[in-house]
Nanobody, 123 residues
């Protein structure tokens, strides 16, 4: 079984920055993709970003391109989401996700989910 634990959420003013981290533990496969989703109150969960095992391949939702950066440290089984120029509409519960390939994350069907980290952006 795989466990994903997020950290780094919090409250920030519009225009500020936050960095989320997510560490995987347990029975992970030798290579896997990781990513982030978010869910705002009253809205469906949506894809934010994904990164392949080789680190060089990344994907982003249009709404966060140019502001968010996903990265990972395979030696630490950890994925990061650096969020800059935050907007009030970025307020949501952010979920970490793990899958065999980035495609599974991009279509919303990862094999494992974290419990979420709250990000609140005040105007």
């Amino acid at each position: 079984q795989v466990q994903l634990v997020e950290s780094g959420g919090g409250t920030v003013q519009a225009g500020g920055s936050l960095r989320l981290s997510c560490t995987a533990s347990g029975r992970t496969t030798s290579t896997y993709a990781m990513g982030w989703f978010r869910q705002a109150p009253g809205k469906e969960r949506e894809f934010v970003a994904a990164v392949a095992w080789n680190v060089r391949i990344t994907y982003y939702a249009d709404s966060v391109k140019g502001r968010f950066t996903i990265s990972r440290n395979n030696a630490k089984n950890t994925v990061y989401l650096q969020m800059n120029s935050l907007k009030p509409e970025d307020t949501a519960l952010y979920y970490c996700a793990l899958a065999s390939e980035t495609r599974q994350i991009r279509i919303g069907t990862p094999s494992n989910w974290g419990r979420g980290a709250q990000v609140t952006v005040s105007s």
